[in-house]
């Protein structure tokens, strides 16, 4: 009988670990990379990002390290329908090292644009400081 | 007879069809500014101080406090306006909000809710959006939590990064 009880509970267990899955949240996740550069030279090689994208910046602020830059695309799922994509660009420099972070979050007029675009992005950068 | 009822009801049908096809588009101050891509948007830090909602995060310098907005809010919605300068930021979110950081002893930030930009172009007087005072707060309340976060945490959960390679 008492060995039936034990049982019981060791399923209970099982069960209730079950539930406490990780939790959730509303807020997006960062999406950041890292650049062995300076800020200067990450700050110009976003703006030559937005050139090639034939985009445009509608806010900076280089003591912040922010640039805010829009452009459309064509939604080839979507009977190739023009979208707006507004990213917020956000540069760090690391003070221990020659090392300066990128953070981006895209959204679109309605919310946040899920399409990954952190890696063409941070591709484009990444191959500009290279040159 | 008949001929006549049947003519009366197609035209009555096509008419019930266009104009429900025809449904006419109300443009907001909001969607202006989309339009013009937030050029000459503009904002009193006077009005924010006076009128908003704030915060004071003690033991924070004005730098901790103003990347930890910049970061946080970035992650609401689009930036159209920063000045460090000035310590204003607007973000263009549910519902379009100001900051503006103080600096002093104690940083302080002051929250103004701008949605007075859902105003109808064609009826100013009217609002395609409306908040009421308890969600605007409820509001306030999550976005200063975050910002605490992020001010004395130095970040968030690990859960909640995407390290690209």
Same mark, same amino acid.
């Given at each position: 009988?008492?060995?039936?009880?034990?049982?019981? @509970?060791?399923?209970?267990?099982?069960?209730?670990?079950?539930?406490?899955?990780?939790?959730?949240?509303?807020?997006?996740?960062?999406?950041?990379?890292? @650049?062995?550069?300076?800020?200067?030279?990450?700050?110009?090689?976003? @703006?030559?990002?937005?050139?090639?994208?034939?985009?445009?910046?509608?806010?900076?602020?280089?003591?912040?390290?922010?640039?805010?830059?829009?452009?459309?695309?064509?939604?080839?799922?979507?009977?190739?329908?023009?979208?707006?994509?507004?990213?917020?660009?956000?540069?760090?420099?690391?003070?221990?090292?020659?090392?300066?972070?990128?953070?981006?979050?895209?959204?679109?007029?309605?919310?946040?644009?899920?399409?990954?675009?952190?890696?063409? @992005?941070?591709?484009?950068?990444?191959?500009?400081?290279?040159? | 007879?008949?001929?006549?009822? %049947?003519?009366? %009801?197609?035209?009555?049908?096509?008419? %019930?069809?266009?104009?429900?096809?025809?449904?006419?588009?109300?443009?907001?101050?909001?969607?202006?500014?989309?339009?013009?891509?937030?050029?000459? =948007?503009?904002?009193?830090?006077?009005?924010?101080?006076?009128?908003?909602?704030?915060?004071?995060?003690?033991?924070?310098?004005?730098?901790?406090?103003?990347? !930890?907005?910049?970061?946080?809010?970035?992650?609401?919605?689009?930036?159209?306006?920063?000045?460090?300068?000035?310590?204003?930021?607007?973000?263009?979110?549910?519902?379009?909000?100001?900051? %503006?950081?103080?600096?002093?002893?104690?940083?302080?930030?002051?929250?103004?809710?701008?949605?007075?930009?859902?105003?109808?172009?064609?009826?100013?007087?009217?609002?395609?959006?409306? =908040?009421?005072?308890?969600?605007?707060?409820?509001?306030?309340?999550?976005?200063?939590?975050?910002?605490?976060?992020?001010?004395? !945490?130095?970040?968030?959960?690990?859960?909640?990064?995407?390290?690209?390679?």
């Amino acid at each position: 009988m008492n060995k039936k009880i034990n049982y019981l @509970f060791i399923v209970i267990i099982f069960f209730t670990a079950g539930w406490s899955s990780i939790p959730k949240s509303d807020c997006p996740a960062e999406i950041k990379k890292d @650049f062995p550069s300076t800020f200067d030279q990450v700050w110009e090689a976003v @703006f030559e990002v937005v050139k090639n994208l034939r985009g445009t910046v509608i806010a900076k602020d280089k003591s912040s390290g922010l640039i805010v830059l829009y452009y459309n695309v064509c939604d080839s799922e979507r009977n190739h329908e023009l979208k707006q994509i507004y990213i917020n660009v956000y540069i760090k420099s690391q003070s221990n090292a020659n090392i300066t972070s990128v953070y981006m979050f895209p959204k679109v007029k309605n919310g946040l644009y899920l399409k990954e675009l952190d890696k063409y @992005f941070f591709g484009e950068v990444g191959e500009i400081l290279r040159r | 007879m008949y001929q006549r009822i %049947f003519g009366v %009801f197609i035209t009555f049908i096509l008419w %019930f069809m266009f104009s429900g096809c025809a449904t006419p588009v109300v443009k907001t101050e909001l969607d202006q500014l989309y339009e013009k891509n937030f050029e000459g =948007f503009e904002i009193s830090k006077i009005s924010v101080k006076n009128e908003g909602i704030s915060k004071s995060f003690p033991y924070a310098t004005f730098d901790e406090v103003w990347d !930890a907005v910049i970061l946080v809010f970035m992650q609401h919605g689009v930036i159209a306006y920063a000045a460090k300068d000035n310590g204003v930021v607007a973000v263009i979110t549910t519902p379009p909000m100001v900051v %503006f950081v103080e600096k002093g002893d104690n940083v302080t930030v002051y929250l103004k809710w701008m949605d007075k930009l859902y105003r109808r172009l064609d009826k100013p007087a009217l609002a395609t959006v409306k =908040f009421d005072s308890y969600i605007k707060r409820k509001f306030a309340d999550n976005v200063f939590d975050r910002l605490s976060t992020q001010i004395y !945490a130095k970040g968030k959960w690990q859960y909640l990064y995407i390290k690209t390679n």
